[in-house]
């Protein structure tokens, strides 16, 4: 399978507790981007790498997450202390975003729950 | 503020018929604009997409019809089957492309 893998696909911690999802992109791909989605709603930006590079952080973002994307290839996101507020879908998508092409392709999530 | 506005929220259709799904958006710097589908505990998944540049853009059952002027832009589902039962989101980019602004999604059940 030549798709965007995350893992875990399902997460249940405690409220307190650090939480930490990797997401490996499709391989040829530059751009990796990571969205949160609640239910009855659409996904929302988190945050994009070019690359190694963090190019941009949404306001949703707070200073409890961090992601990192080292040398470019699998990307993980860390939820610090989390909190009940933060169960939600986490997606990884990731595009390669050369010329004209831009189009973003979505890994099956990680599901967390926060007890 | 929401980017981009999409209805209806739920939509009920009987095999064979037509499924149509509606977007509009404000942002004119917007130049791409894709349809994703999405199932239960599956992340969404690319549709069919289409660029401003054209009015409309057919692939197999799926059409993207699009108004410039209107700036709406809508998806139709011909001869619609129990397996397209899922949730659609219209979807468009930021003016750098750094990531989509999603509608709130339309679910979808197709009637046997």
């Known amino acids: 399978d030549t798709g965007v893998s995350q893992d875990p696909r399902h997460k249940i911690t405690k409220r307190g507790q650090n939480v930490t999802f990797r997401c490996d992109p499709i391989?040829?791909?530059?751009?990796l981007y990571w969205y949160r989605q609640t239910l009855g709603q659409g996904p929302e930006f988190l945050t994009y790498f070019q690359n190694e590079a963090q190019l941009e952080k949404s306001r949703l973002l707070s200073d409890r997450f961090s992601a990192e994307r080292p040398k470019g290839s699998f990307s993980t996101l860390e939820i610090q202390r989390t909190e009940q507020g933060d169960s939600a879908m986490y997606l990884c998508a990731s595009s390669s975003y050369r010329g004209t092409e831009r189009t973003q392709y979505f890994g099956p999530g990680t599901r967390l729950l926060v007890l | 503020q929401q980017q981009v506005k999409q209805s209806p929220q739920s939509l009920i259709v009987q095999k064979g018929g037509i499924s149509i799904i509606n977007c509009a958006y404000e942002?004119?710097?917007?130049?791409?604009f894709p349809w994703y589908q999405q199932f239960p505990g599956k992340g969404p998944a690319l549709l069919i997409a289409i660029r401003p540049d054209v009015s409309e853009k057919k692939e197999g059952r799926f059409t993207i019809s699009f108004n410039k002027s209107a700036k709406q832009f809508s998806l139709h589902i011909m001869d619609s089957q129990p397996g397209d039962s899922a949730t659609y989101f219209c979807a468009a980019p930021d003016t750098g492309a750094n990531n989509l602004f999603f509608g709130t999604g339309t679910r979808l059940t197709v009637i046997p």
């Open positions: 942002n004119t710097a917007f130049d791409y």
């Open positions: 391989s040829e791909h530059n751009r």
